[in-house]
């Protein structure tokens, strides 16, 4: 395929020319103010200190947008809104493949028309992956006028202009790019507080199953330059991130358009950066999977030995119709070299089950591969159309029932795999990062294993984002439970 030179600008500098051509300059805390100390946010707003908050659906990738929508409202001097009722502004960033997530960005949509109606100086924004299909830019301009902006993926690092034109524009600003005609680089994110950080490496996927529309929404590959990731990798670690996970809707892909450096290279490379402790990354492509990316993860120890490899379906039909570009034979020849060259690694995996014209036969072959690989986890769905994929186009002669009812039969056979793999666990000793209290009750810590397992052990002061060891003493479907046995000194 041929691959377009993409240019890589910097945010900073294009930044830096947009600011200062209206009288705007950083102050000492990176915020844009102009001569009389007014942010950018405040001359926006025509108030001090505005308030904005982001909403977030979908994947990593959406997550990690989020981040640099929240790093560029605070270098414009937003603050973070406590409550909507209390925000200037409010951007909903929102994914499109999954029906669900749609659906609850939609209902969100329609939500907050009550509060723009009592508000109307309220800015709202909506982006992210829905906003980049033709089909949700229609509906909102006819059913979501209270919508004041909306934009793609492609230009989300372009918010302090987009912003400035949707409160000067009286009708609804609409800025969606097709394609990234640039890699910008140096952007700024504001993340989740921790020790772990997303690291983009890819954008984009040029694979086009036939049941996801993120090609349409995240538009072709484009690979980051190994010294840029390097070179956030090595900020991360300056500022005391201790676990990095490199992102791409296909981290498999990386490098395809850089010439002979690929995406083992690149963890190679981060495993270099001094201060980074564990290297995760998410989502692998089999088509694009290498043994030489399991001997790397093998010669690294920083490189944690969890590897997702989605199969999708165990049926070569299924697999062709699906456009996945590798068959039965071929992932389990990739499952052979992870099991060969690292046999206590995790493999976890995603399945779609009900897919247009699967027969018992098909499904009964994607059973028979969750049983041969013995997954440590899957994410398994039931098929639902897309619109704007090809898939969406076919008839379908499943019936829900049979959808419902297969998922049930995978799941039900899976989660024995997952009870049987962590019970092998009780007893042993477990590397972890320790993150934080748990949701459900404040008296226990969660900590996750290297192959991104999650532990509970009883809480103990001090010891949030270190590294530990953990004791298993029990062990369910999803969940492991011990007692901290060692935790070292925090940095
Ligand atoms: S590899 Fe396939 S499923 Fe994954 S993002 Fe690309 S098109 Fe979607």
Redo the contacts with the bound molecule.
């Keep these: 395929m041929q691959r377009l030179e993409i240019p890589v600008v910097s945010y900073n500098a294009r930044t830096a020319a947009f600011m200062t051509a209206r009288g705007f300059h950083r102050d000492g805390c990176g915020v844009w103010r102009d001569a009389a100390g007014h942010s950018f946010a405040a001359s926006l707003a025509g108030k001090e200190a505005p308030a904005a908050a982001t909403r977030t659906w979908g994947c990593q990738m959406n997550e990690a947008d989020s981040e640099t929508l929240r790093g560029q409202l605070r270098e414009m001097g937003y603050v973070d809104a406590p409550v909507d009722d209390e925000a200037d502004v409010i951007l909903l960033n929102t994914c499109a493949v999954r029906g669900t997530a749609a659906d609850h960005a939609l209902g969100e949509i329609g939500r907050l028309k009550r509060l723009k109606t009592e508000r109307p100086e309220l800015l709202l924004g909506v982006c992210g992956c829905l906003a980049q299909m033709p089909e949700t830019v229609e509906y909102l301009r006819r059913h979501a006028p209270h919508v004041d902006l909306i934009f793609g993926t492609n230009n989300l690092h372009d918010l302090p202009g987009l912003l400035q034109r949707a409160y000067r524009d009286e009708a609804q600003t609409v800025d969606v790019w097709d394609q990234a005609p640039e890699t910008v680089e140096n952007l700024p994110s504001r993340r989740a507080p921790g020790v772990k950080a997303w690291v983009n490496i890819i954008y984009g996927?040029d694979?086009?199953?036939t049941y996801?529309i993120?090609?349409t929404t995240r538009g072709r590959e484009r690979s980051r330059r190994p010294g840029d990731v390097l070179a956030e990798v090595e900020r991360l670690a300056a500022e005391g991130y201790r676990e990095v996970t490199l992102l791409g809707?296909?981290v498999n892909s990386y490098g395809h358009d850089l010439g002979a450096y690929d995406f083992a290279d690149l963890l190679r490379d981060v495993a270099q950066v001094p201060g980074i402790r564990w290297i995760r990354y998410t989502?692998s492509?089999p088509r694009d999977f290498t043994e030489k990316l399991v001997r790397t993860i093998g010669l690294h120890p920083k490189i944690c030995e969890h590897f997702h490899l989605p199969v999708q379906s165990g049926s070569d039909r299924v697999l062709r119709w699906m456009n996945r570009g590798y068959s039965r034979a071929r992932y389990m020849e990739l499952i052979g070299h992870v099991r060969r060259l690292l046999p206590h690694a995790a493999i976890t995996t995603d399945i779609i089950v009900g897919f247009p014209r699967e027969t018992e036969e098909d499904f009964l072959q994607t059973l028979d591969v969750v049983r041969e690989v013995g997954y440590d986890n899957a994410f398994t769905f039931q098929y639902s159309p897309r619109a704007g994929t090809p898939a969406a186009r076919w008839e379908d002669p499943v019936p829900p029932a049979v959808k419902k009812e297969r998922l049930e039969r995978l799941n039900e056979l899976q989660y024995a795999i997952s009870r049987r793999k962590n019970q092998a666990l009780v007893g042993s000793m477990q590397e972890v990062l320790i993150e934080g209290p748990s949701r459900k009750d404040p008296d226990v810590l969660t900590a996750r294993t290297r192959t991104n397992r999650l532990v509970l052990v009883p809480k103990r002061e001090g010891v949030v984002h270190r590294f530990g060891r953990v004791h298993v003493t029990e062990a369910q479907t999803w969940t492991l439970y011990g007692s901290l046995a060692e935790v070292e000194p925090g940095v």
């Design positions: 996927c694979k086009f199953c996801c993120v090609p809707q296909n989502t492509h």
